[in-house]
């Protein structure tokens, strides 16, 4: 069975929801939203997930529509949330899990999607991060991924602009400024994943066509590789079956450039 990269990167995300734990995402998530409903169906049953632009909770569409804004993502589900109720949960510390991006990522977990160049004279402006500051201090556990790790231009040495917070920042680490949440524990790419396990990125797996000498080349900052890296696990047919089924409009490709949806893999 042939499936390509796309594929590969959902289920790889669908893999940090554990069963029976609140799973969130933001705006414009197609990746994590496809990998919230996948691990659902799939190896998460009792997860409970919040579908961050409607805050419609254990929703079951019939597929992933082109925006997160989307009535049809509200479709089967159990309960629909009010803005307010899904921040009072984080802040509580009810939230165990949340996805997160951006077009900035340090070896700290610190991400940025407000301005390239700094505030208050920005290169680009962009949409900000919506509230993910104020969450990603008090959520269990943060799940950070990029599509863009390639170029070379997105995991960097020092964010220009700190959104969502990582393990450390230019004013303290997590303990020292108070924040409850345990930080990133995951970084997911197009070319392999990175754990924290020191509270800064380490390389612990590859995908199967990627070099360590490419990761190395694409990342802005040095980090430490596992003594037993190892290959991303291939998912499973049931697994490929699923993303197919749950994203039959392919909205998940519009995460990648085309170059990296022409690498297949056969399982």
């Not at 610190?110 to 959520?139: F, L, R, W, Y």
């Not at 990175?194 to 990627?210: C, E, I, M, Y």
């Not at 749950?246 to 085309?258: N, S, T």
Request: charged residues 25%; proline residues 7%.
């Amino acid at each position: 069975m042939r499936f390509s990269l796309d594929e590969y990167f959902v289920v790889e995300l669908a893999r940090a929801i554990r069963d029976s734990e609140v799973t969130f995402h933001g705006f414009a998530s197609p990746c994590a939203t496809v990998a919230m409903h996948v691990a659902k169906r799939s190896h998460a049953p009792s997860a409970l997930l919040i579908e961050g632009a409607m805050y419609a909770v254990n929703p079951h569409p019939e597929f992933i529509p082109p925006t997160s804004n989307d009535h049809s993502l509200k479709q089967g589900a159990v309960y629909s949330m009010r803005f307010e109720e899904a921040f009072d949960m984080s802040v509580r510390g009810e939230v165990d899990n949340m996805f997160l991006s951006g077009v900035q990522i340090d070896r700290y977990g610190n991400t940025n999607v407000t301005a390239i160049g700094g505030m208050p004279e920005p290169k680009v402006k962009m949409g900000g991060g919506g509230g993910g500051c104020n969450i990603s201090a008090t959520i269990g556990r943060l799940s950070l991924w990029t599509t863009n790790h390639r170029p070379g231009r997105c995991l960097v040495e020092r964010c220009d602009f700190i959104t969502d917070i990582g393990h450390r920042t230019p004013h303290g680490t997590r303990a020292e400024l108070g924040y409850p949440g345990r930080g990133p524990q995951v970084l997911i790419t197009e070319l392999g994943v990175f754990d924290f396990p020191d509270g800064t990125a380490r390389l612990r797996k590859l995908f199967p066509d990627v070099t360590l000498e490419e990761v190395r080349a694409s990342t802005g900052f040095e980090f430490p590789v596992a003594q037993d890296l190892d290959s991303v696990e291939a998912p499973s047919r049931e697994q490929i079956g699923l993303v197919r089924e749950i994203d039959p409009l392919g909205v998940r490709h519009r995460e990648f450039r085309p170059s990296e949806l022409e690498r297949s893999f056969n399982v």
